[in-house]
């Protein structure tokens, strides 16, 4: 004979059995003592909550023959049926499977047949959802006014696909995700009742990973036990989970704070270099930085992590802003991360704009002015020669005085080069944006996306661009990316181009905004 799954096993048999839902089963409770209970219930919630074991139970209260008033018994003869599956007036229907208006029609038959053993027909109709719309219209009438001896018990997952009709016609009740801690404590249970030996950051792993669904941890604890026996050791948990158990998704989050780049970057490349998931890395530093939200927002309670990881974080809270933490979550939160040989790129750019973000937002509101301002100047000189026009003499007059002939020669091409760079400068994200189809989703294009990389002058047909980190500069200076940045900015002109690139560090920007607004630099501060 099979052997039940623990799911199966475990199926709580009374009300007081069922994990994490109190404010459901002790309002049944009381119906079902005072012989109050309702001709249809409608049961929400998320999946692996208890919804259709809930049910079966108040079928088994509704029908249980013990005189006690604490029902069901699970001793007489209709209880056992029910739990056993075979008691004829306890029906189970697969909305998913039976949703047609034949299937309703059918029902609605039967229905009018008094029970034959049972005290009355309970019909639990699972994912009701899936019913059509011609066959919940066809259940209407009889799941207002049914038989008395008939109790209806629907379930779903998706609340907002029943028609308003169904659910004004029944009592809803809400099941909630269950709580990490009530998942701990029934595997707790499980594991002393069958014999399994489990340290408890292991079960607490086992009930992270359900996300609240208790018949996920059940069904994971079965198969862990069913590879490794009843001995089960963190780090196995570990593998099945695809957890990394790695201690450098603090470590990284610990140099965001701290704005150390560098040693963020090797931290990526550690990872990279001992074989790990990126991927799976990325997911659990995104989950540390929520819990490292919920503790600035102070909303510890919310947090589940052990003493030491906590105290980690709290550490970390108390240094890091909030602004700091949102952009974090929200850049790693998006990245897309692949396989190719610049699978640490996606992370090594979040990481560059999460450490420079109070920087970019000083610069931000300087740039309007740098060039704001320039309109201006060059629009002076055509009222003043439209004033010479009428008096010709003055003409010739204010030629000669300009000492400097050479100098007013040259001035037109860099007038037109300094022109240039400025569009550049001014319209860079526009740039990046036109990109070639072909070309955005390259490693040339995520570079160029970085706060680090601006267009700071121009030598011929040459463009230079700066870039705030080396390890940027390296990886643009490729064949293979020079010709996609090439290919961008040319598009963008209106003419071929080169591109060089070089290294100049955040002080460099800041000095060069300066002089772009007239400002003149008299000398060093030293640090």
Known sequence: MASQVFYRKWRPQTLAEVVGQEQVTQTLSNA????RVSHAYLFYGPRGTGKTSTGRILAKAVNCLSQDKDKPCNACDMCQAITEGRALDVMEIDAAS????????????????????????????????????????????????????????????????????????????????????????QLTRICDAEGIHIEPEGLRLIAKSATGSLRDAENLLEQLTTYYGTEVELHQIQAVLGITGDKRAKELIRHIVNNDVSAGVATINSVNSDGLDLRQFNRELVAYLRELLLIKTGSEAAVDLTAEDLSELKELAAKASLAQILKAIKLFGQLEIGFDNYSTLP?????????????????????PPQYQPAPPPKEAPPPKTQKAKPKTAEVPKTEPPKTEPPKAENAPAPAGLHSEIERLRLNWKQVIEQ???????????????SAGVKPVDI??????????????????????NQQVVKEIISNFLGHACQVRCIHEPEDNHLVEAVKRIGAQVTGTEEK
């Open 32 to 35: 079902i003592k005072s012989s």
């Open 435 to 449: 990109a070639p189809e072909s070309v955005k989703r390259t490693a040339a294009v995520a570079i160029l996306r």
């Open 347 to 367: 992370l090594e750019l979040a990481l560059v704009d999460c450490a420079q973000a109070p920087a970019e937002e000083k610069e931000s509101p300087a740039t």
């Open 98 to 185: 039976n949703r047609g208006i034949d299937e309703i029609r059918d029902l609605r038959e039967k229905v009018n047949y008094a029970p034959s053993q049972a005290k009355h027909k309970v019909y639990i109709i699972d994912e009701v959802h899936m019913l059509t719309k011609e066959a919940a219209n066809a259940l209407l009438k009889t799941l207002e006014e049914p038989p008395p001896y008939v109790i209806f018990i629907l379930a779903t997952t998706e609340i907002h696909r029943v028609p308003p009709t169904i659910l004004s016609r029944c009592q809803r009740f809400d099941f909630r995700r269950i709580a990490q801690a009530d998942v701990v404590g």
């Open 459 to 480: 030598d011929g047909d040459t463009i230079v661009l700066a870039f705030r980190y080396p390890i940027h500069k390296e990886k643009m200076e490729t064949a293979e």
